[in-house]
């Protein structure tokens, strides 16, 4: 961490140009395409700023060279237009998204959800690490492919359903017992910050929804849900024994996937034992029996590990769009990168398309799809796994054409 913070410090000009010019495009391309500043992506911003931060600080210490430096901006920026892109498209209905979420939450979806992820929270206490160690160790087992689709579905939907409950006179105590239980499964999995970025998306996401013409929540409501969310962070990292540095350290590292690359004399050696379809699609490529898939040790964030101290710790830095596209996509197969890119934006497009018009389905995976997008720039895995998810929803969609709308209950 030390070694980082003096990366930080800057000495140029150009690398305050650099940063400055960074922070105003992201602000300037969100007004560009019709969105607030602090929008539903905010995460996807936050997490870019400060990998522009560290690899600036490469090159301003003389670590990363000029043509890595363009590479970086041309694959972040490029993305991040994207998906604003796509996002300003998905909120051209977003009176008919608010609908089908305030349908499903004034129904009995807010009770199977508040059920589900208890049950989640319980899973996590059981399978997760208590001693602050890697969590991703059962994560990589093959039975937990199985939940992690739901998990991945379910958990963006709880943190936006707090914020909606708490718009519901009569589901308002629904409301806190979902925020304290989503925290809950978020932190018991090992997670030592991610849940303020998730609520940070959330209350964006659905004020994104509204137009801005509501107020989400109350000065009552906001102290309530700061006093019960500190509290609840307070005694799980004091028993996962984390500190509040190791808290802040979590946000430095974001760019520590880029450090390991950018910084690195032969930024794909760490890549080199996968083959090209595994790179393009791990889960299809281990689906097939590809070798390479199949090896744990050249899942992309152990591999950097593995080049860094010599053994697989099963711990690692996310899978980071440009660090990932640097290491698996040199050169000309770059465009192979851009071809999954595009698979996966177009998949999200299409989904949004088949699901708005279906209330209950619109409900469910419409914060997913949120998520998923201003997810996938911090990791590449994340892109790969949903675009199986989605490929699965629309054959399921156009298999099915009709689902059942939720009908709201008089409890």
């Known amino acids: 961490m030390s070694t980082l913070l003096d990366l930080l410090l800057f000495k140029s000009a150009l690398s305050w140009i650099l940063i400055a010019t960074a922070l105003a495009t992201m602000m300037l391309m969100s007004r560009a395409f019709g969105l607030n500043i602090a929008n539903g992506l905010i995460n996807a911003q936050i997490t870019l700023f400060f990998n522009v931060l560290v690899v600036v600080g490469g090159m301003d210490a003389g670590l990363v060279a000029d043509d890595r430096v363009l590479h970086f901006f041309l694959v972040e920026f490029g993305f991040?237009?994207?998906?604003?892109?796509?996002y300003r498209s998905m909120l051209k209905h977003r009176a008919q998204v608010l609908a089908a979420l305030k349908q499903f939450f004034e129904g009995r979806g807010a009770y199977l959800l508040t059920g589900f992820v208890g049950m989640l929270a319980a899973f996590n206490f059981v399978f997760a690490p208590d001693d602050g160690s890697s969590r991703i160790g059962y994560m990589t087992?093959?039975?937990?492919?199985?939940?992690?689709?739901?998990?991945?579905?379910t958990t963006p939907l709880s943190y936006m359903g707090t914020f909606l409950l708490l718009q519901i006179p009569r589901r308002k105590v629904l409301g806190y017992v979902l925020f304290l239980i989503s925290i809950v499964a978020n932190v018991a999995t090992g997670s030592k910050a991610s849940f303020m970025l998730a609520?940070?998306?959330?209350?964006?996401?659905?004020?994104?929804?509204?137009g801005n013409q509501l107020q989400l929540l109350s000065a009552r409501q906001r102290s309530i849900l700061i006093a019960f969310?500190?509290?609840?962070?307070?005694?799980?990292?004091?028993?996962?024994?984390?500190?509040?540095?190791?808290?802040i350290d979590r946000f430095l590292l974001y760019g520590e996937a880029n450090i390991m690359t950018y910084?690195?004399?032969?930024?794909?050696?760490?890549?080199?034992?996968?083959?090209?379809?595994a790179r393009m699609h791990r889960g299809w490529a281990r689906l097939l029996g590809d070798p390479s898939a199949l090896d744990i040790d050249t899942l992309f964030g152990f591999a950097l590990m593995l080049q860094e101290v010599g053994v697989n710790t099963l711990t690692g830095p996310n899978a980071r769009l440009s660090a990932y596209f640097l290491c698996n996509f040199?050169?000309?197969?770059?465009?192979?990168?851009?071809?999954?890119?595009?698979?996966?934006?177009?998949?999200?497009?299409?989904?949004?398309?088949?699901?708005?018009?279906r209330p209950l389905v619109c409900a469910i995976f419409y914060p997913f799809l949120l998520a998923s997008l201003h997810g996938a720039s911090q990791d590449f895995n994340l892109i790969m796994q949903d675009i199986t998810i989605l490929s699965g929803l629309c054959v399921l969609l156009t298999a099915f054409p009709t689902v059942r709308r939720l009908q709201p209950s008089h409890v």
Request: aromatic content about 12%.
């Open 199 to 210: 609520l940070l998306f959330a209350y964006l996401g659905v004020r994104d929804l509204t």
């Open 229 to 247: 969310g500190a509290l609840i962070t307070v005694a799980v990292l004091a028993n996962l024994a984390v500190s509040p540095q190791d808290v």
């Open 330 to 357: 040199p050169a000309q197969q770059f465009i192979f990168g851009l071809i999954v890119v595009a698979a996966y934006l177009g998949l999200v497009r299409l989904s949004f398309a088949q699901t708005r018009k």
């Open 141 to 153: 087992e093959a039975w937990f492919s199985i939940f992690k689709p739901f998990i991945q579905i």
């Open 80 to 86: 991040l237009a994207a998906i604003m892109m796509v």
């Open 263 to 277: 910084f690195s004399p032969d930024p794909t050696a760490a890549c080199s034992d996968v083959s090209l379809f």
